[in-house]
């Protein structure tokens, strides 16, 4: 069984930086993509930013520049550096990872329960 576990959230001042982690663990044969989403009160869920296995990476316009998505095979683990932050980035941040196991060889869309980023003065 796979888990991901997601830290790093908090409140931070607009203008400050936060680090977000998030671990899958389990029997993991392979990770593919890797990526981070968020969803603000009355919203929809949204791409943030997303790595693939070769470490290409894709970002929503609105945090170009600011974020910086990098992962970790060795521990399974995908970060999403965020300066600069503003208030409209205060959301849920949720990790996926799509992950290849014993259960599914093509690889599984796995979610974890999300962090919460408040970004407020």
């Known amino acids: 069984q796979v888990q991901l576990v997601e830290s790093g959230g908090g409140l931070v001042q607009p203008g400050g930086s936060l680090r977000l982690s998030c671990a899958a663990s389990g029997t993991i044969l392979s990770i593919k993509s890797m990526g981070w989403y968020r969803q603000a009160p009355g919203e929809e869920r949204e791409l943030v930013a997303a790595?693939?296995?070769?470490?290409?990476?894709n970002y929503a316009d609105s945090v170009k520049g600011r974020f910086t998505i990098s992962r970790d095979n060795s521990k399974n683990t995908v970060n999403l550096q965020m300066n600069s932050l503003k208030p409209e980035d205060t959301a849920v941040y949720y990790c996926?990872?799509?992950?290849?196991?014993?259960?599914?060889?093509?690889?599984?869309?796995?979610w974890g329960k999300g962090t919460l980023v408040t970004v407020s003065s």
């Open positions: 996926k990872q799509t992950i290849v196991s014993s259960v599914s060889y093509t690889g599984i869309a796995y």
């Open positions: 790595i693939t296995s070769d470490d290409n990476t």
